[in-house]
């Protein structure tokens, strides 16, 4: 069954918003990870948050891990009609190394 | 530092046909993973290898597909006698030894027709 989850489905915004993506899990967890596809592309490995971490900032992203809850969120602020994409968060369960990935957000941003 | 390099990019193949997938990690890069997308979907995983050895083939079907890396050259994704529901877009991706990371080519979509 699918490891992750993401909400929303899909997101439309404007240039300057901020836009929040939220991904579920169902069991424990190394890492979680969050990837970008551009249409049509292949992935870019945006950031990685381990277990033991709540938060991590990249740049104009902020990834945060609750692990009571089995969720993460990643944020990009002051987004950019290049942020249009579509985000998985992936995870690897303990003693493997497989990733599972989350159905997607695809998020537009309109300038 | 070349990435991931996956070819073709794109194959059309008829029902019944065979198709081969090539992956080259990136330079030092032992790990390789193969992952399925299908339209409209996330990444599914398929197999895990390393040099010469098969770790977790546990997203493999058990027929008409098979994985290899040889010591030498690519990881070849094998899928024979394809049918229409393979039609998806193949990715390979690879990791340094120790690292979780895994980075990912730009991958191959088969169209079989």
């Known amino acids: 069954s699918q490891q992750g989850e993401e909400d929303p489905q899909a997101l439309s915004i404007q240039e300057g918003e901020n836009a929040t993506m939220n991904c579920s899990y169902k069991t424990s967890i190394n890492n979680l990870q969050w990837y970008r596809q551009n249409s049509g592309r292949g992935l870019v490995h945006l950031i990685l948050?381990?277990?033991?971490?709540r938060e991590k900032h990249s740049g104009r992203l902020r990834v945060t891990l609750d692990t009571s809850k089995k969720s993460s969120s990643l944020l990009i602020t002051a987004s950019r009609a290049a942020d249009t994409a579509s985000y998985f968060c992936?995870?690897?369960?303990?003693?493997?190394?497989?990733?599972?990935f989350g159905t997607g957000t695809r998020l537009q941003v309109f300038p | 530092n070349a990435g991931v390099m996956q070819n073709p990019r794109h194959l059309v193949r008829r029902r019944g046909q065979e198709a081969r997938l090539r992956c080259s990690p990136m330079k030092g890069h032992s790990h390789v993973y193969w992952y399925r997308q299908l339209p409209e979907e996330g990444l599914k995983f398929m197999v895990y290898l390393q040099k010469e050895n098969i770790i977790d083939e546990s997203g493999m079907p058990k027929e008409r597909f098979s994985a290899e890396f040889p010591k030498e050259g690519p990881s070849i994704l094998r899928i024979q006698q394809v049918v229409r529901g393979d039609s998806a877009a193949y990715f390979c991706?690879?990791?340094?030894?120790?690292?979780?990371?895994?980075?990912f080519g730009p991958g191959t979509r088969l169209t079989v027709t």
């Open positions: 991706a690879s990791s340094p030894r120790g690292r979780r990371e895994q980075y």
């Open positions: 948050i381990r277990s033991n971490e």
């Open positions: 992936a995870t690897d369960a303990r003693n493997t190394d497989k990733l599972i």
